[in-house]
């Protein structure tokens, strides 16, 4: 199954396990970045975040506004810009003068490919996943460009439809209005339709495609900008050591002059009742998981996609770049040093585990790791196999700014991290797939006194 496939058919077993493979901060900073919030109060914070340590927020655990969420999602219709909603755009007097108003902040959030990349994907939930069960039909294949995702948590209280153009962003919203939303929406009748369950496309599904198929076009319905094609392929972006790079790789073409997408939104609660009676079954095509993890909420919908986005970002974030820099005296041999960081690397990533074994081609004359090699425990062996070449060669290694958080949560610090009492010279430092055993072995050293490498 590819993460695409499980995105637009909501199978978040597939959320999940992307999400493992990338950085859960880089997910939390999207998350952030997007405005995403808790809609209830918690304390004296009346926009709680939502944090992406507490997994179940992947998929929806985290109650929050439509107001959140398009704001959320206009940010991928905006080449991943971020404006915060306001309420008046604009003021005229009786005389026909205008007034002051209210302006938005923005901010560049999410990277333009990304962006791309998570309005590619959510087209294609309109045009053949959990979105094409939503009547009357509305999708890039029917209608024009349109972006969106279902979500329905678990109980069936809180279903959505949250989507956009290149001109406007729209959050649909049916469910329990109440703040502990412990009302099921399961076997209702609702304006004389019985309802077994309430999933997104039901009854949000609906308000959604008939109030965008009115107001979209009059904000404009481009087609969305492409994606960079490795992208949607797989295949990393990235130069060779025998063929260095002076420059980043050349940009994605640049969107389609535009304005701001505006913000918009629905929210629609309804007082309902219940009878005995049986209904049809629940239509459920694209739903082949249990149902306790078969759905996904508001806020979780947004995390899915930021995992999403991240791991679109992060999976082709390798490359050699090569800079000429005027410090020796003139004549003096140049002195070429290989500058690693970020690396943050997980199991499986074979491609990116060769690409780091042939930097050794460079035959550098220092090698220097500046952190974050690390996203997942399980990730060390691999790592160390792929850096060995390098340990041949003079090398520093120097704590990153995630260093003391990973090593602290992710990795036993009686294995890996802590000089055994027994051995105090870091030489002797051998096995469990301790980083720094291995770099002092082969005679790196780190400048800031520390042993500490992931």
């Not at 890039?140 to 989507?163: E, H, I, L, Y």
């Not at 406007?168 to 919203?173: E, G, I, K």
């Not at 797939?433 to 050293?445: L, V, Y």
Request: with cysteine; hydrophobic share 40%.
């Amino acid at each position: 199954m590819t993460v695409l496939y499980g995105l637009q058919n909501s199978i978040n077993t597939a959320t999940f396990a992307s999400a493992a493979q990338v950085d859960l901060c880089g997910i939390q900073k999207i998350v952030d970045a997007v405005g995403i919030h808790g809609g209830l109060p918690v304390g004296d914070d009346p926009n709680p975040p939502v944090k992406m340590t507490t997994l179940a927020n992947l998929i929806g655990s985290t109650q929050t506004a439509p107001l959140t969420m398009a704001s959320a999602f206009a940010t991928f219709a905006n080449d991943g810009k971020y404006c915060e909603p306001i309420a008046i755009t604009s003021v005229t007097d009786q005389t026909g003068a205008q007034l002051p108003a209210q302006s938005s902040n923005c901010k560049e959030a999410v990277k333009p490919e990304v962006a791309r990349g998570v309005a590619y994907a959510l087209q294609k939930v309109l045009d053949e996943g959990s979105g094409s069960l939503i009547q009357p039909r509305l999708s890039t294949k029917t209608n024009f460009p349109v972006a969106a995702k279902t979500g329905t948590n678990d109980t069936n209280g809180s279903t959505w439809v949250v989507g956009f153009t290149t001109g406007v962003a729209t959050a649909a919203w049916f469910g329990d209005p109440l703040g502990d939303q412990l009302r099921p929406g399961r076997n209702l009748t609702i304006n004389g339709k019985r309802y077994e369950a309430i999933d997104g496309y039901m009854i949000a599904g609906p308000m959604f495609s008939k109030y965008m198929a009115q107001v979209a076009p009059a904000y404009g319905t481009n087609p969305f900008t492409a994606p960079p094609t490795n992208m949607v392929s797989g295949t990393p972006a990235r130069t060779t050591p025998s063929t260095p790079a002076t420059a980043p790789a050349t940009a994605p073409a640049p969107a389609p002059a535009r304005s701001r997408p505006r913000t918009l939104h629905r929210a629609t609660a309804t007082r309902r009742t219940s009878s005995m009676a049986v209904s049809p079954a629940l239509a459920s095509r694209v739903r082949n998981i249990g149902r306790g993890f078969a759905v996904t909420a508001g806020a979780g919908t947004a995390a899915g996609l930021a995992a999403f986005g991240y791991g679109l970002w992060e999976k082709n974030q390798f490359v050699l770049r090569e800079e000429a820099l005027p410090i020796l005296p003139a004549g003096h041999a140049p002195f070429r040093v290989l500058h690693l960081s970020d690396i943050h690397f997980v199991p499986g990533q074979h491609t990116k585990a060769r690409w780091l074994e042939s930097l050794a081609s460079l035959e550098p004359d220092l090698v220097v790791n500046t952190g974050d090699n690390l996203s997942h425990l399980k990730a060390v062996e691999p790592l160390l196999k792929a850096l060995r070449p390098l340990l041949e060669f003079p090398g520093v290694f120097v704590p990153g700014p995630t260093t003391t958080s990973v090593r602290a949560s992710k990795i036993p610090r009686p294995t890996c991290w802590a000089r055994p009492r027994s051995s105090p010279n870091p030489s002797n430092w051998t096995g469990r797939g301790c980083g720094p055993a291995s770099a002092w072995a082969a005679g790196w050293t780190s400048p800031t006194g520390t042993n500490r490498w992931y």
